[in-house]
């Protein structure tokens, strides 16, 4: 049994705070830290002395988090051996599961998010949504524990940026990077139970206006407060373990925290769904003050997302929101640098995480024990699909998202982040003084920008991510906005590329023929969709692309990579391209809002885009059908010594 230490007592508010500092000896450094009261409560019952089997594996994981905290304080960011792959995370995961193998799915995720909060900084917040479970103890000795599981949890404990460096992201298998801290917040909140908080009645903020409403959405949002019978071991009162940390006004039995299912289950991006989370009304319908918050949204996104836009109240596309970044390497990266200096902290990478951890947050709560250990739910997430289902993965983290949640839900959940935030933190600096009626107008711009220019915008990689060589040259700038969308298959390479390895090694050897073999600047299209669920990026929306002789400046050239003569591309693909890209253009001002969509044959003497494809464009609404082809259609008579489609003369493309 460990040694029983003495508490320590200390009045805070109308509370007695009872602390235990655990000292964790490595070599000759020590660390310590501070561990809520019931832990000690149950030392002192003798709950010591079951079996490491024995015991509710939630609560044994809870004990090993303690354990590991003081030990990787001793270590500096930057000191993993590992490299920052999900796939790292997913090696750390697993063998903190192997050390405690009772833990499953249990509360591994809650090391994470405690590194954080004890590297420096504390957040009340997510303190008093997430922490408010008792605290049991088992043992494990620190020292069975690798040093590269040290390291990299130390590495990816805290989110942040410093000057245009990003910390505590990863890389991960499908070409995306991502922020760990918010996903393993969301992966907490699932285990814990999806819960509802009522939100204090004397909050700081002033009443809302009584006129004001929705603006573009008109939607009033019910009280959702469906039980779901899997919650465990939520205190009934709703408690936190450390109510001293909220200011002496505030109790913690003001926040009613009670469980709840959220409906909605993600889905193939194939299948439109209408969240049934919302009861619209007519526009100009009066907007609810919230009475609760939903933590798994709050916790991952919602609370970021209102901060981001208090400090940078623009557009989605103008604000240094949703920022990409590149890696010093992909094989093992340790670096990763935004491509934009002024870009503020929810960057590409945060949304990603905070995603990732709502989606798999929702599963979890959705998922009856025995849940399945969390290595093994994001090895499935970040591959083939959870538990089977192609649709649950990162590829489609967008499309599953706008599943779960909606506009007006979400400006709920925003603004009642934000009330919540400035009554636990009175003095929050970006909060003080703000009404209500203030906190709503931020909430329903970050929920509008959002949900229509990043949920409503495809996943992009950047140049950076697919390994692509210089532009030989100096492109010619476009001028935006253009009025054409081109669409053009690759025919070579001629398989769909359906992960993001293949891909990205797909572009390279396109921009290699075509810069090498065809003596061009840079690969000759303006984007390239891959059938993983990602567009990648070839000039870009801002140059002069060789893809349409005669009529590059006029329009984008987007490509599906594979030959459709006799198929057609993937269906999430095709939405991109029919739907989903240009529509993000047009709300970013690329793409006129009246832009005509064609063909490449129907340009210049080629096949391409294939007669397969071509024939179901020709049934799209924004189809140029007034554009005759310029080609006979004679490919299975076309000699196999005459260059493909793609491969013409260099007069055929530019």
């Not at 529509?583 to 294939?610: E, F, I, K, M, S």
Request: proline letters at 9%.
């Amino acid at each position: 049994m460990l040694p029983l230490p003495p508490a320590h007592s200390s009045a805070r508010g109308s509370r007695v705070i009872h602390l235990w500092t655990l000292t964790v000896a490595k070599g000759t450094a020590q660390s310590s830290m501070p561990i809520p009261f019931q832990f000690c409560q149950s030392l002192r019952r003798g709950q010591l002395d079951m079996s490491l089997r024995s015991r509710n594996p939630t609560v044994v994981a809870q004990a090993v988090l303690w354990i590991l905290l003081g030990l990787v304080l001793r270590l500096e960011p930057g000191t993993a051996t590992l490299p920052l792959l999900m796939d790292s995370v997913i090696q750390a995961l697993e063998e903190l599961e192997q050390k405690v193998p009772a833990t499953k799915a249990s509360h591994t995720a809650s090391v994470w998010l405690l590194f954080a909060q004890d590297s420096g900084r504390h957040d009340l917040l997510r303190h008093v949504l997430l922490e408010g479970q008792n605290l049991k103890a088992t043992k494990l000795d620190p020292q069975q524990l690798s040093l590269e599981l040290q390291g990299l949890t130390k590495d990816v404990a805290q989110h942040g940026i410093r000057g245009r460096q990003e910390y505590g992201v990863v890389l991960a298998p499908d070409g995306s990077t991502v922020a760990v801290e918010p996903l393993l917040a969301g992966l907490e909140a699932g285990l814990q139970g999806n819960r509802v908080v009522n939100l204090p009645l004397d909050s700081t903020a002033t009443p809302l206006d009584a006129g004001a409403t929705f603006p573009d959405t008109g939607a009033v949002v019910p009280d959702v407060r469906a039980t779901s019978p899997r919650v465990r071991d939520v205190p009934p009162d709703g408690t936190s373990a450390d109510v001293g940390a909220m200011p002496p006004n505030i109790r913690a039995t003001n926040l009613d925290v009670k469980p709840t299912s959220p409906g909605v289950r993600p889905v193939s991006p194939d299948v439109p769904v209408t969240s049934p989370d919302v009861q619209a009304s007519s526009p100009g319908a009066k907007a609810r003050s919230p009475t609760t918050v939903d933590s798994l949204l709050v916790v991952t996104l919602a609370r970021d997302l209102g901060l981001a836009f208090l400090q940078s109240p623009q557009t989605w596309s103008h604000s240094g929101l949703g920022t990409e970044g590149c890696w010093d390497q992909l094989s093992a990266p340790r670096t990763f640098t935004l491509l934009d200096s002024t870009a503020l902290p929810v960057t590409m990478a945060f949304l990603n995480g905070a995603l990732d951890g709502a989606l798999l947050g929702d599963y979890l709560n959705r998922t009856p024990e025995p849940r399945p250990p969390l290595s093994r739910l994001l090895s499935q997430y970040y591959g083939a699909g959870v538990a089977g289902d192609s649709g649950l993965r990162s590829n489609f983290r967008r499309q599953n998202t706008a599943a779960l949640t909606s506009a007006p839900t979400l400006t709920q959940q925003v603004w009642g982040a934000l009330i919540l935030l400035q009554r636990l933190e009175p003095t929050h600096p970006q909060l003080r003084g703000m009404s209500q009626e203030q906190l709503f107008e931020v909430a329903t711009n970050a929920a509008k920008e959002f949900t229509e220019a990043f949920l409503g915008c495809p996943a992009i990689h950047p140049r950076c991510r697919w390994g692509a060589a210089p532009y030989r040259g100096s492109p010619s700038p476009l001028q935006l906005p253009l009025g054409f969308l081109y669409v053009h298959h690759t025919y070579v390479p001629a398989p769909p590329c359906t992960d993001f390895a293949s891909c990205a090694a797909d572009m390279r050897s396109m921009q290699r023929f075509h810069q090498d073999t065809r003596g061009w600047d840079d690969i000759g299209y303006s984007f390239v969709i891959g059938s993983d669920g990602y567009v990648y990026e070839g000039r870009g929306w801002h140059w002069v692309g060789a893809h349409t002789l005669g009529h590059n400046s006029r329009g984008f050239g987007v490509a599906f990579v594979g030959n459709y003569t006799a198929e057609l591309p993937a269906k999430a693909a095709l939405q991109t391209m029919q739907d989903v890209l240009p529509g993000c253009a047009v709300r970013a001002g690329l793409l006129r809002p009246d832009y005509a969509l064609l063909g490449h044959r129907q340009l210049v003497r080629t096949d391409c885009p294939g007669d397969a494809l071509f024939n179901l464009l020709s049934t799209w609404p924004r189809f140029a059908a007034n554009v005759k082809p310029r080609t006979a259609r004679r490919a299975s008579r076309r000699s196999k010594r005459e260059p493909p489609p793609i491969i013409v003369p260099a007069t055929g493309l530019q």
